[in-house]
């Protein structure tokens, strides 16, 4: 044979694909890689799209995309670098300042802003207490100011009174009950006013050395905040901060965080099944090939031509594999999102080409990666095999091969999720469950030979197969146990963060905060409340004081680990004592002070105390009302924020803290419908401030269904994707299966022996694999909930039923998908 060049070796590649993908040789390949691709088109585009959607309900906690907060306004410097990215932008400026009607008197809670406020998120007012609320996107106009009910309560005031805030008079027109950004700091809110910032100068309320909040508001394009935020950092002064989505609400960021890490892990399982279903193929690719390369290599043609020509034809398949898959990927997640429209109400951006691109570029590594070693068999194959069937090509140290392909693998996966931790939990426990567990199951196998030698026809004729090639079978049985293993664990995973956010808004979350109740009030008002609420928070005694020394060295000579830790050292904290420890806290390092104790302890926040970088047994001393009090740190909390709840960074044990005057602070649930019941709770007590979080909660609870949905339905494309990839890997195995079947049916073994035979081998090794899937499970997840998702793990009992799931799942799609090999011809297929 001459020496073919590469334009003859691609065209003849092309012409051999046509042939067989016609005969059905390649269609497990380019199914597997299809798959591939279209799972991690899909779950690219979804996870960009739906982020970008929660992001955009999350900046809604700030009412823009970004903020820029300071006591002194912003340079005309930083204001240009938004302006020249176009982006939208509003500036609210925030002071206290006293409202008086006769002789009440209330201090208020003032925030002046444009018209256009807010960028994010929309305004919930009333016309007046009996008519329902209804959002507006714009602001009070010039001359006009909006305020809370409880300063209507509090100064005995109407709708179309004229307040003074300052020098500069003002009608109450609105009653707002929601503006976007007031879930910041429950525990600092007065009675809340908005009026128009064009009215601010004639206040004369701001002069120079006042206590002010200048906010700068940006909204646009999330790259163009991206840009801008790098920029804007490196022109800030030391009393300017950037906040961003995250800093809105710690509630928020919380579900957002565990929603993302939920959709990368997602993506990296389906990546996984997809790595095994490509695996798995190319394996029979090659094996399938062994006698066409053997012909070739006999008639002349050379080793690095062989490994050309069906390198031309694999590149064809994954062109045509990466184009299909692209276009279902992108289909798939535009389905999802026309399901979720009524759900998410914000526009969603295309998407980019990004994630397309990312999964093609995942379907060639790993079609490259795990289909190099087959292929490069096929170079080897002896050209005697021609006439010896019996002839393998020489083994390749494929190790070498696999260990690049797992690099890439992992470099992929790491590139789509941006997390080592993840990334390592999970393929670093699949790859490390598929070595240990693959090799006691290697000679578990081979322990069998010897307990069949007494079983029946059927049993033996079964797992023949097995015995003859036992590395071969436990591949197959480990590829299929790492496929249950992943789908387990997206279901497993799901669970425990539908249930973590159930638990963290239940039906009777808190949704209104009592503060500033006094101690005469403390007992009529939680008799009131009771008859009102299911659900009552503990009573909290709060007191302000501030951190001075830690170890008696004062904290301004301390270095801080964190902005926290460097902020709480600068303001008043609010601090509490109590004997128990409080329901949504858990302790990290120490122990809980025991009853009656006389030593003065305190309790801290993990991350406050990290950013202290205090341990156990440092002195901290707090200036409280004028006096000194130093305590010993005998304990340090892991606090949920991600319930709406009272929660404290500093806590005393009782009676450490005496003679000092202090407010009550507590939290509970109030039904919609009882309006009228809460009026008379705010007359009643007229010194007490309630704060209504029902907005908050109702929008959280909105952003929480749509990340559950979300969720869901990334379980069912993974789940979908793993049957399809359980059927690919049977259906690899079918031309052995079809040529084993025809010689035992011309040996005399009748259909019904076929079947018995077939349904024991694929239950065993259905079981196996649930078994591996069962141990991998439980180990991955506790490397994830230990190291990654931040959730305390547990033993996952309902794992025990993998293996009977596996064998039923596997005997019932193998029975299927190898039906042929009892219903065709012997005749035919031996013809062949």
């Keep these: 044979m001459n020496k073919l060049s590469f334009v003859q070796l691609a065209a003849l590649a092309f ?54 907060r300071s006591n002194e306004d912003a340079a005309d410097s930083q204001l240009k670098l938004a302006k020249d990215l176009g982006l939208e932008h509003a500036k609210t400026v925030n002071f206290s300042t006293v409202i008086l009607n006769g002789d009440d008197l209330q201090l208020v809670s003032v925030k002046a802003a444009d018209i256009n406020y807010p960028l994010r998120g929309k305004l919930k007012i009333q016309d007046n207490l009996e008519t329902p609320e209804y959002e507006v996107n714009e602001g009070p106009k010039v001359g006009e100011v909006w305020v809370e009910s409880r300063l209507l309560y509090g100064l005995n005031l109407h709708v179309g009174d004229v307040i003074d805030i300052g020098k500069q008079s003002l009608k109450i027109t609105k009653i ?73 609400s710690k509630e928020v960021s919380g579900a957002l965080n565990r929603a993302q890490n939920y959709l990368n892990l997602a993506s990296l399982v389906g990546i996984l099944l997809a790595s095994v279903a490509i695996a798995l193929s190319a394996n029979q690719f090659a094996n399938n090939r062994y006698d066409a390369s053997a012909l070739l290599r006999s008639l002349g043609m050379q080793q690095k031509q062989v490994l050309w020509l069906y390198g031309f034809e694999l590149f064809y398949v994954s062109i045509i594999g990466a184009v299909l898959g692209a276009i279902l990927g992108w289909l798939a997640q535009l389905g999802l999102f026309v399901l979720l429209k009524d759900l998410i109400s914000t526009e969603l951006p295309s998407g980019g080409v990004m994630p397309a691109i990312a999964g093609v570029a995942t379907g060639f590594t790993v079609l490259i990666g795990f289909a190099l070693p087959p292929l490069a068999a096929l170079g080897r194959t002896p050209p005697l095999r021609v006439l010896r069937e019996d002839l393998l090509p020489t083994p390749l140290k494929s190790f070498v091969v696999y260990g690049i392909a797992l690099l890439a693998l992992f470099l992929i996966m790491w590139q789509l999720s941006l997390n080592i931790s993840l990334t390592l939990a999970l393929l670093g426990g699949a790859i490390l469950m598929v070595i240990l567990l693959g090799t006691a199951l290697y000679f578990s196998v081979r322990f069998l030979r010897r307990v069949l030698s007494r079983a029946s026809f059927v049993w033996r004729m079964a797992l023949g197969q097995t015995l003859r090639n036992p590395v071969k079978s436990m591949g197959q049985i480990v590829a299929f146990g790492v496929i249950l293993m992943t789908m387990a664990l997206v279901m497993m995973l ?56 830690i170890n008696e060295i004062p904290v301004r000579k301390r270095a801080f680990n964190n902005e926290r830790a460097e902020n709480a050292t600068k303001r008043d904290l609010n601090l509490t004592w109590s004997a128990d420890l409080p329901a949504e806290n858990k302790l990290v390092e120490g122990e809980w002070w025991q009853e009656n104790s006389k030593e003065m302890s305190v309790s801290l926040e993990e991350d406050l105390a990290k950013g202290l970088n205090v341990q156990l047994g440092d002195m901290l001393t707090f200036v409280i009302a004028g006096e000194s009090y130093t305590a010993k740190l005998t304990s340090i909390r892991h606090v949920n924020w991600d319930t709406v709840q009272p929660n404290f960074f500093v806590m005393f044990n009782p009676e450490s803290i005496v003679g000092v005057p202090v407010t009550y602070l507590t939290s509970f649930y109030l039904p919609a419908n009882m309006q009228k019941e809460l009026m008379t709770l705010a007359r009643e007590f007229p010194t007490i401030t309630l704060l209504d979080l029902m907005a908050i909660v109702n929008q959280l609870n909105e952003i929480l269904q749509q990340v559950t949905l979300a969720v869901e339905y990334i379980l069912a494309l993974v789940l979908l994707a793993g049957l399809i990839v359980l059927i690919a890997g049977l259906q690899a195995t079918l031309s052995d299966r079809l040529r084993q079947g025809a010689i035992l049916r011309v040996l005399g073994a009748n259909r019904k022996m076929l079947f018995k035979s077939q349904l024991i081998e694929f239950a065993l090794m259905g079981g196996l694999a649930g078994l591996l899937a069962m141990i991998g499970s439980e180990f991955i997840s506790f490397l994830l909930y230990r190291f990654v998702l931040n959730l305390e793990w547990q033993l996952h009992p309902w794992l025990i039923l993998l293996p009977l799931i596996g064998a039923l799942l596997i005997s019932l799609l193998g029975i299927i998908g190898t039906r042929r090999v009892v219903l065709v011809s012997p005749l035919l297929v031996l013809r062949r």
């Design 15 to 68: 012409k051999q694909l046509m042939r067989e993908i016609r005969a059905g040789e390649l269609r497990i390949l380019l199914v597997a890689l299809l798959i591939t691709v279209m799972i991690s088109t899909a779950i690219g585009y979804f996870s960009t799209r739906l982020h970008a959607s929660m992001e955009a309900r999350a900046g809604e906690f700030l009412a823009a995309d970004l903020v820029l």
């Design 176 to 248: 707002i009950t929601y503006a976007p950004d007031r879930s910041a700091n429950f525990y600092s809110f007065n009675p809340f006013a908005l009026m128009n910032r064009e009215d601010l100068a004639a206040t004369g309320a701001v002069q120079k050395g006042s206590r002010v909040t200048y906010r700068h508001l940006w909204a646009g394009d999330m790259a163009q905040i991206k840009e801008l935020q790098p920029a804007l950092k490196k022109t800030l002064m030391p009393n300017q901060k950037i906040l961003t989505i995250a800093d809105g």
């Design 494 to 549: 799901r669970g425990e963060l539908l249930q973590t956010w159930q638990d963290q808004l239940p039906p009777d979350a808190p949704n209104y905060f009592a503060m500033n109740i006094m101690e005469e009030d403390r007992a009529p008002f939680r008799e009131h409340v009771a008859t009102l609420s299911p659900n009552i928070s503990p009573f909290y005694p709060m007191v302000a004081g501030r951190l001075t020394a």
